[in-house]
């Protein structure tokens, strides 16, 4: 079977912040087909689709978060102007000069230009150069009269950053590859799982960005006995940061988390993840991020306490929109999940 990669485009270039996942949602329904025909969405938006296997088998939890990091309308000015409040964690020198797309509830969606209030180079002072602008100077453009912004745009309205997806061939670049990329593994897992040795919660999960939110209240719906999240992590493989500091490497394979500051994952999930890994020839490689966070924060610690790990896609230039991430690295991470699902007692702890 085809990897698909047109779908990985069109989820990447899919829009939706933490609380507006529906198109995302959608799109996903969409792909699974049949798969979805017993899905359902709770309260908090999470897409959750249950899959049956043996009836005595442990019931595995895998989630991927659907939001991306963005914005919403917080003020509009006199000029029509507007400005953000963040749902994510941005760092503002990714921001500049950016299109985005303001998405009103009667006229549809906008495209405007976000840049800080800033002068240009040309009457810029030195001491004016020197400064890093916070999100509250960044302004969004829409380039209409004042009178049209104040008609169209209510406060609250979904602003995202706008780029179109590229496929250079071994690797792809885009927006919100965290946690599309994510999404893309599960629904092409799902596809090839034609004989779960395991019963299947796949939970497509809302709000992670904003504190794991969907994966909190879906834990604690499904009642999983093991969870895997499913998530980008840094691969600072790049000019400019040490080895040391690169967490991933891009084209090494799936990463196999070990930690970070949402978990410790289980060591015989990850020994069990590792050995499959060996014995099937999947590419990986282990992940300790000194900071950060997956679903699996959420799963491990609801009720009284799940087995979870994270599989990661490594990714160069996390939380920009051109985030880069391996085929092979995606492929592996289909691979090894496929595996863990389909071998019976991969996913049982070890006899004490
Ligand atoms: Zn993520």
Same mark, same amino acid.
């Given at each position: 079977?085809?990897?698909?990669?047109?779908?990985?485009?069109?989820?990447?270039?899919?829009?939706?912040?933490?609380?507006?996942?529906?198109?995302?949602?959608?799109?996903?329904?969409?792909?699974?087909?049949?798969?979805?025909?017993?899905?359902?969405?709770?309260?908090?938006?999470?897409?959750?689709?249950?899959?049956?296997? =043996?009836?005595?088998?442990?019931?595995?939890?895998?989630?991927?978060?659907?939001?991306?990091?963005?914005?919403?309308?917080?003020?509009?000015?006199?000029?029509?102007?507007?400005?953000?409040?963040?749902?994510?964690?941005?760092?503002?020198?990714?921001?500049?000069?950016?299109?985005?797309?303001?998405?009103?509830?009667?006229?549809? !969606?906008?495209?405007?230009?976000?840049? !800080?209030?800033?002068?240009?180079?040309?009457?810029?002072?030195?001491?004016?150069?020197?400064?890093?602008?916070?999100?509250?100077?960044?302004?969004?453009?829409?380039?209409?009269?004042?009178?049209?912004?104040?008609?169209?745009?209510?406060?609250?309205?979904? /602003?995202?950053?706008?780029?179109?997806?590229?496929?250079?061939?071994? +690797?792809?670049?885009?927006?919100?590859?965290?946690?599309?990329?994510?999404?893309? +593994?599960?629904?092409?897992?799902?596809?090839?799982?034609?004989?779960?040795?395991?019963? /299947?919660?796949?939970?497509?999960?809302?709000?992670?960005? /904003?504190?794991?939110?969907?994966?909190?209240?879906?834990?604690?719906?499904?009642? !999983?006995?093991?969870?895997?999240?499913?998530?980008?992590?840094?691969?600072?493989?790049?000019?400019?940061? =040490?080895?040391?500091?690169?967490?991933?490497?891009?084209?090494?394979?799936?990463?196999?988390? /070990?930690?970070?500051?949402?978990?410790?994952?289980?060591?015989?999930?990850?020994?069990?993840?590792?050995?499959?890994?060996?014995?099937?020839?999947?590419?990986?490689?282990?992940?300790?991020?000194?900071?950060?966070?997956?679903?699996?924060?959420?799963?491990?610690?609801?009720?009284?306490?799940?087995?979870?790990?994270?599989?990661?896609?490594?990714?160069?230039?996390?939380?920009?929109?051109?985030?880069?991430?391996?085929?092979?690295?995606?492929?592996?991470?289909?691979?090894?999940?496929?595996?863990?699902?389909?071998?019976?007692?991969?996913?049982? !702890? =070890?006899?004490?």
């Amino acid at each position: 079977m085809n990897h698909d990669y047109d779908l990985l485009r069109r989820l990447s270039e899919t829009d939706g912040i933490p609380g507006r996942e529906e198109a995302v949602r959608a799109l996903i329904r969409d792909a699974l087909g049949g798969l979805a025909a017993d899905a359902r969405v709770d309260a908090m938006g999470n897409l959750i689709v249950e899959l049956d296997g =043996p009836a005595d088998a442990p019931l595995v939890m895998v989630s991927a978060h659907m939001d991306e990091i963005g914005f919403v309308v917080r003020h509009v000015d006199d000029k029509g102007f507007l400005r953000l409040q963040n749902h994510g964690g941005f760092d503002v020198r990714n921001l500049f000069a950016r299109h985005v797309r303001v998405h009103t509830r009667h006229g549809g !969606p906008r495209l405007g230009v976000l840049n !800080p209030g800033v002068k240009p180079v040309h009457i810029a002072t030195p001491e004016d150069r020197k400064k890093v602008p916070t999100l509250d100077e960044f302004v969004v453009d829409l380039g209409l009269p004042a009178e049209t912004v104040r008609a169209e745009v209510r406060i609250g309205d979904m /602003v995202t950053l706008v780029q179109p997806f590229v496929d250079l061939g071994d +690797v792809v670049s885009g927006k919100a590859m965290d946690d599309r990329s994510g999404c893309w +593994v599960l629904v092409e897992t799902l596809r090839r799982l034609t004989a779960p040795a395991v019963r /299947v919660a796949a939970v497509f999960s809302t709000q992670e960005e /904003v504190g794991l939110r969907g994966a909190i209240t879906s834990a604690f719906a499904v009642q !999983p006995d093991v969870g895997v999240a499913l998530d980008t992590t840094l691969a600072v493989d790049t000019p400019g940061t =040490p080895e040391h500091l690169a967490v991933t490497r891009l084209g090494e394979g799936v990463a196999i988390k /070990v930690r970070d500051s949402s978990t410790i994952s289980q060591a015989w999930l990850v020994d069990a993840l590792a050995d499959l890994a060996v014995a099937e020839g999947i590419a990986h490689q282990f992940e300790v991020l000194p900071l950060g966070g997956t679903d699996a924060g959420a799963i491990q610690r609801s009720r009284g306490g799940v087995a979870s790990v994270t599989l990661s896609n490594p990714s160069r230039y996390v939380h920009t929109v051109v985030e880069m991430l391996a085929k092979r690295d995606l492929e592996a991470a289909v691979a090894l999940l496929t595996a863990f699902l389909s071998t019976a007692g991969a996913a049982s !702890p =070890p006899k004490a």
